[in-house]
Nanobody, 126 residues
Framework: QVQLVESGGGLVQAGASLRLSCAAS????????MGWFRQTPGKEREYVAA????????YYTGSVKGRFTISRDNAKKTVYLQMNSLKPEDTAVYYC???????????????????WGQGIQVTVSS
């Protein structure tokens, strides 16, 4: 069973940076595509970024492109989300997710991910 634990969230001012980490245990991390999603109260979970198994392929939603960077360290079984130039609209609970079967992976669809972390709050004040 794969377990995912996010860390690195918090309260920052607009323009600041944060780096989220998602540490995995169990399973074979190096063969799992990974994703980051976020959610605010009353809204559906929103895709933020995703990364392929090797880390070469990365994907971003338009609103974070150029500000956020997803990366992974397979040796440490950890995926990261570096968030720069944060805006108040980035405020949300952020979740990491793992997909066990890369053949059915759709980077942007939360429905295809098999395992989820518990989520971590990121709050950006104006």
């Amino acid at each position: 069973q794969v377990q995912l634990v996010e860390s690195g969230g918090g309260l920052v001012q607009a323009g600041a940076s944060l780096r989220l980490s998602c540490a995995a245990s169990g399973g074979t991390f190096s063969i799992y595509p990974m994703g980051w999603f976020r959610q605010t109260p009353g809204k559906e979970r929103e895709y933020v970024a995703a990364i392929g198994m090797s880390g070469v392929s990365t994907y971003y939603t338009g609103s974070v492109k150029g500000r956020f960077t997803i990366s992974r360290d397979n040796a440490k079984k950890t995926v990261y989300l570096q968030m720069n130039s944060l805006k108040p609209e980035d405020t949300a609970v952020y979740y990491c997710a793992a997909e066990r079967d890369w053949t059915k992976w759709n980077p942007t669809s939360y429905e295809t991910y098999d395992h989820w972390g518990q989520g971590i709050q990121v709050t950006v004040s104006s």
